[in-house]
């Protein structure tokens, strides 16, 4: 028996007596995933259960060195991993921008003392993340971001204003971007710092969607202490990490087109509401429709486990992650225009007795077009595409 084989069954033992019965159900709703974090309340016992567990063995971060407390799995046994976990439909232990974003760019770019303080509390699940990037007046223009942090000498004084911070009304530590040294050239003297979302100075306050939720807030900074061992890379050198942890970012995004080993697929969700005659969904026309996303989906995920494939034998990610952004949140937009249609008009009740789930369906839909915007909007993808991609003018 191959090592492989091995870790493939010891693998499956360990997830058979520690992944709870009711963490091998589907989501009903995009709330019941595990968030973690000093202010989260977890929906049950299992819920925690199942991330501490996963968090104690290192697999909310399978691939990362086990000194930062991560599984310190090789690619392949990762891949075995998924496959367990898909097998017994167990659900994601924990989302986490601090897994999917900060983390790879203190992996890469932080000094020993800051992957010591932050990576272990990630993958455990201690601590939640929020992000400190777009401003008013900078958003898919970047680069143009006037929040200033302000050397003081043992630490920088910090102000400004982000916008569309994804959940920093329930985060415990913001990444940031400041520009440092008003007087260097645009994408130059800007850092990336770390800091307490209790510091006194920060506050969040939620904006209101279309689709009635508020996951997003304004950040207001007022005078906010940023310690400099809290500045990740080189002070006025963050540009270059910026870049680095976008890319992660719009895989994060673009990986919303996947329909994760917690939910049920399309097609099962259509034959839910729909059943089926001779085994095949009773509506032609949603049955033309339904088959040609999950074709497109089957080919999307093969194309993200081969950029993930290459990323990790070094030859990097870089503008294939604007691809994978723009398809995978395209692809979800149609995920859930399908749904409606299955669904019927009784989806779009939003509240009352008659609606479904508290309107989830129609909300959720509404809540994918902003998907096409953030993290770079699917215009600015497409030229990055064409140009990095495509090698056009």
Not at 48 to 66: I, N, Q, S, Y
Not at 379 to 393: C, F, R, S, T
Request: one cysteine or more; charged letters at 25%.
């Amino acid at each position: 028996m191959s090592n492989l084989d091995s870790f493939r069954l010891e693998t499956r033992d360990w997830l058979e007596d520690n992944c709870p019965e009711t963490m091998r159900k589907p989501m009903k709703t995009a709330d019941d995933g595990c968030w973690g974090g000093r202010n989260f309340t977890f929906k049950s016992e299992d819920q925690k259960l199942w991330m501490d567990r996963m968090g104690e063995k290192g697999w909310t971060a399978p691939e990362w060195p086990t000194e930062y407390g991560g599984g310190g799995l090789s690619k392949a046994q990762h891949k075995i991993l998924k496959e367990e976990m898909a097998r017994i439909k167990a659900r994601s232990p924990l989302e986490s921008f601090g897994i999917w974003m900060i983390g790879p760019a203190l992996l890469k770019f932080g000094s020993e003392a800051l992957k010591q303080q932050h990576l272990p509390p990630i993958v455990r699940g201690e601590i939640r993340w929020c992000q400190g990037y777009s401003e008013p007046n900078a958003g898919s223009d970047l680069a143009g971001l006037q929040s200033k942090g302000v050397d003081m000498g043992d630490h920088l004084l910090a102000n400004g204003q982000k916008v569309w911070t994804s959940y920093g009304d329930k985060a415990d530590w913001m990444f940031c971007l400041l520009r440092t040294d008003p007087d260097a050239k645009k994408q130059m003297g800007i850092s990336l710092v770390l800091f307490d979302m209790k510091t006194p100075g920060v506050k969040p306050k939620p904006i209101k969607l279309i689709s009635g939720s508020s996951p997003f807030c304004e950040t207001f900074l007022d005078d906010v202490r940023v310690e400099k061992d809290q500045i990740v890379g080189e002070i006025n050198q963050g540009w270059t990490i910026a870049k680095y942890l976008l890319t992660h970012e719009r895989e994060m995004i673009g990986g919303m087109g996947l329909t994760g080993a917690g939910s049920k697929t399309l097609g099962s969700l259509a034959i839910d509401s729909l059943g089926t005659t001779f085994g095949r969904l009773n509506d032609l026309f949603l049955r033309t429709e339904v088959a040609k996303w999950e074709i497109d989906a089957a080919a999307f995920a093969c194309t993200a486990e081969r950029a993930n494939d290459e990323a990790k034998a070094g030859q990097g990610v870089g503008a294939t992650s604007a691809m994978l952004k723009y398809y995978g949140t395209e692809l979800n937009k149609r995920r859930f225009e399908t749904l409606l249609k299955v669904g019927g008009s009784d989806e779009l009740i939003w509240d009352g007795d008659l609606s479904k789930n508290d309107g989830w369906m129609a909300k959720t839909w509404l809540r994918t077009k902003g998907n096409s915007i953030e993290g770079g909007t699917s215009e600015v993808q497409l030229n990055i595409i064409a140009k990095n991609i495509l090698g056009l003018g």
